[in-house]
């Protein structure tokens, strides 16, 4: 394609430059892989955007989609409702944990951020709390684009062309020392977690709202919680009346080996964000699930039956073709037992993964379910350079792997075979090599 053809889209996260030199055009997907302009299969190691594990272009997926455009294709969500949302949340109710049992929908991990940060400070207003504002993430968190996501975010990429934005503070990352190269979750530094009291105690808890927190850190390499971490802030959230908000728009719904880390952690926040693999990646939707305690503030303080409890929502909240598009992929997931799939083929992935150490530049590798970091040496005042060079070579042979920052990520499909994991790992040993 003519360079000059390209100039229109202003392409997110990408160097577009650099792209625009040497477009990498995708024109087709099938299972897991894509397929490219100039005619080659490339396995997706990344399962999209972390969006596609039970594989591209599923027919089933398809199909509802094309049969909800036939029937409604859009429906307002202000004052109005389809059935199929309905459907949905109890749906999504059912499988969370505990008293997780009430969905906002959203279309993105950002309108989530947004949303749940939103309904955090909301609920100390109506139960009397309204000084309690303050908003906590971590350093190396990613909570989306949006001005949230980027405030409670701790990715300083993200961050420094924007200027000041939501009034937050941020708990120190989990990478410690000495916890390089351990294989699922590190057995020291859930001390880690007092940090959250120290800030609480910083602020004054009369002036916290909430904690967001990945239970694993997806986009700034796979930062896997040290054993026992995830239970010591809901400890510490639960003494000073701070409510824990856990995004898993990248663990729920299977790529773990559970249905949401919460549950696999056997740590319930008070809200929950999921999105991305939802939909399989077919249709925008992201969902905020809220506990009991939360939803029924809203109802119990809303005044007048008419009123309003929650003003907040966009257009497409609950999207018919989106919930058809979940319904869809839900039924796929519990149909081909890919969450199981999952959760029996990790070791065998976190063995291959693992078989990395020692190769030239690797300076450590992270890894839980079917996921995994792998952190390069930087070259001198170039920290992104190497992960970009290694993955743009690894396109070369056939394989995307994801590059950010300093490190390359593999979100692998569960559908992946055995003989598929080694290829990517025998490929990134090569070009590691070379």
């Known amino acids: 394609m003519d360079k000059s053809r390209l100039e229109a889209f202003w392409m997110p996260y990408t160097a577009n430059r650099q792209f625009k030199a040497k477009p990498r055009m995708i024109v087709g997907a099938e299972g897991a892989y894509y397929l490219t302009k100039d005619g080659r299969k490339v396995f997706d190691s990344l399962s ?94 990613y909570h989306g684009a949006s001005w949230g996501g980027i405030s409670f975010g701790g990715i300083p990429a993200n961050k420094k062309l924007w200027g000041q934005g939501v009034d937050s503070d941020h708990l120190n990352h989990t990478m410690l020392p000495g916890n390089e190269f351990t294989r699922g979750l590190p057995q020291s530094g859930a001390e880690l977690a007092n940090e959250l009291e120290d800030l609480i105690m910083l602020h004054d808890a009369t002036n916290v709202a909430a904690v967001i927190v990945e239970p694993i850190a997806g986009s700034a390499g796979v930062i896997v919680p040290p054993s026992g971490y995830l239970s010591r802030l809901r400890q510490i959230c639960d003494k000073h009346n701070v ?36 939909t399989n990646g077919a249709f925008p939707l992201g969902a905020v699930i809220v506990t009991d305690a939360i939803y029924d503030a809203f109802m119990e303080t809303g005044g007048a039956e008419y009123n309003i409890e929650l003003p907040h929502g966009y257009t497409y909240s609950s999207h018919p073709v989106a919930c058809a598009a979940a319904m869809a992929s839900l039924d796929i997931l519990e149909r081909e037992g890919l969450i199981d799939r999952v959760r029996n083929l990790s070791p065998i992935f976190e063995t291959k993964v693992h078989q990395l150490k020692g190769m030239p530049y690797v300076n450590d590798i992270r890894n839980y379910g079917f996921a995994a970091g792998i952190t390069l040496d930087p070259y001198a005042g170039e920290p992104t350079r190497r992960p970009m060079e290694v993955a743009l070579a690894c396109w070369d042979k056939g394989f995307y792997v994801r590059y950010s920052g300093d490190t390359l990520q593999l979100g692998i499909p569960f559908i992946a075979t055995e003989a598929e994991i080694d290829l990517v790992i025998n490929v990134l040993g090569d070009v590691l090599s070379t």
């Open 243 to 278: 409510l824990l908000i856990f995004d898993e728009v990248i663990t729920a719904f299977g790529r773990i080996g559970d249905w949401f880390a919460a549950s696999a952690f056997g740590v319930v926040p008070d809200i929950l964000n999921v999105a991305k693999q939802i």
């Open 48 to 141: 999209g955007l972390w969006t596609t594990g039970a594989g591209h272009c599923r027919v089933e997926i398809r199909d509802a989609v094309a049969g909800q455009l036939d029937t409604l294709d859009y429906s307002p969500a202000f004052q109005f409702g389809h059935p199929l949302a309905f459907s949905l949340a109890e749906r999504l109710a059912d499988i969370a944990p505990d008293a997780l049992n009430h969905v906002f929908f959203t279309n993105s991990g950002s309108e989530c951020t947004d949303t749940a940060t939103k309904i955090a400070r909301a609920y100390w207003r109506q139960v009397g709390c309204p000084s309690k504002t303050k908003i906590i993430g971590r350093v190396k968190g």
